[in-house]
C-alpha cells in the first residue's frame, strides 16, 4: 500500500530533550516536506526536500533540522524543544513538485512542556 | 512565501447544493495553486491544482477558478454531499531564482453540510 508514515504519532516531552520525528514514504517520491499545523495559522511549511540531500527551509525553519540521506526518508529533529514548537506535524511526499499531488502522513501530535 | 489568506472561516451549505469556497493570494509571482481537503483526525488530501496560465480547471465534481486580475482562487464543489464536510485549504507554490518548490498554505475553511 502506498503510504506515508511517521512516528511516533504521539509525543510529551521537555523543554530541551532533543527529539527526532520519523518519516518514510514508499512511493519512490522525490519531494518531501514538513509542516506544522496550529489552529488559527493552518497549515504552515517547515522544511522541504527536492532530492537526497538537498533541503530547503520553507516559511517556519526556526528550531528544526532535517536531512533526506535516503530517498525514502526525511526526518525531522528539535535539537532543543520548546513549548512554541507544541503543534501537530505532518509530513509529505509528492513525485516531483509540491504541485503535483502531495500524499501526507496521519500525523504527530506533539506536546513540548 | 507570502500569506494565502480565506474569506470566511466557515461555510454551511444545503446537502445538494453547490458550494463555493474562496480565496485570495497575495503572491503574483506564484505558479500554482492546489486545495487540500482536510477531514477531522487526518492529514490533508489533494483535491485539484491549478496553474498561473489557466483560469479554469475541472475535477470530479469539483472546479478551480483562477482570477489572476484580482488574485483571487475559489473551489466550486457541485451537489455537495455529506461526505464533503471538511476544512478546505488553498495553497500557492513559491520559491526564488525561477523555482517553485515551497509551498504555502492559507488558514482553511470549515464545509459544514446541513441536511
Known amino acids: 500500500e502506498a503510504q506515508v508514515t511517521q512516528n511516533p504519532r504521539y509525543l510529551i516531552t521537555v523543554t530541551g530533550k532533543k527529539l527526532t520525528v520519523t518519516c518514510s514514504q514508499n512511493?519512490?517520491?522525490?519531494?518531501m516536506s514538513w509542516y506544522r499545523q496550529d489552529p488559527g495559522l493552518g497549515l504552515r511549511q517547515i522544511y522541504y526536500s527536492m532530492n537526497v540531500e538537498v533541503t530547503d527551509k520553507g516559511d517556519v525553519p526556526e528550531g528544526y533540522k532535517v536531512s533526506r540521506k535516503e530517498k525514502r526518508n526525511f526526518p525531522l529533529i528539535l535539537e532543543s524543544p520548546s513549548p512554541n514548537q507544541t503543534s501537530l506535524y505532518f509530513c509529505?511526499?509528492?513525485?516531483?513538485?509540491?504541485?503535483?499531488?502531495?500524499?501526507f502522513g496521519p500525523g504527530t501530535r506533539l506536546t513540548v512542556l | 512565501g507570502e500569506s494565502v489568506g480565506l474569506h470566511l472561516p466557515t461555510l454551511s451549505v444545503q446537502e445538494g447544493d453547490n458550494s463555493i469556497i474562496n480565496c485570495a493570494y497575495s503572491n503574483s509571482a506564484s505558479d500554482y495553486f492546489i486545495w487540500y481537503k482536510q477531514e477531522s483526525g487526518k492529514g490533508p488530501q489533494f483535491i485539484i491544482d491549478?496553474?498561473?496560465n489557466m483560469d479554469k480547471r475541472q475535477g470530479q465534481r469539483v472546479t478551480v477558478l483562477l482570477n489572476k486580475t484580482v488574485k483571487h482562487l475559489s473551489l466550486q464543489i457541485a451537489a455537495t454531499q455529506p461526505g464533503d464536510s471538511a476544512v478546505y485549504f488553498c495553497a500557492e507554490t513559491w520559491g526564488s531564482g525561477g523555482g517553485a518548490d515551497g509551498l504555502t498554505f492559507g488558514k482553511g475553511t470549515h464545509l459544514i453540510i446541513q441536511p
Open positions: 491549478i496553474r498561473s
Open positions: 512511493m519512490n517520491h522525490e519531494y
Open positions: 509529505a511526499s509528492s513525485l516531483f513538485k509540491p504541485w503535483t499531488e502531495q500524499f
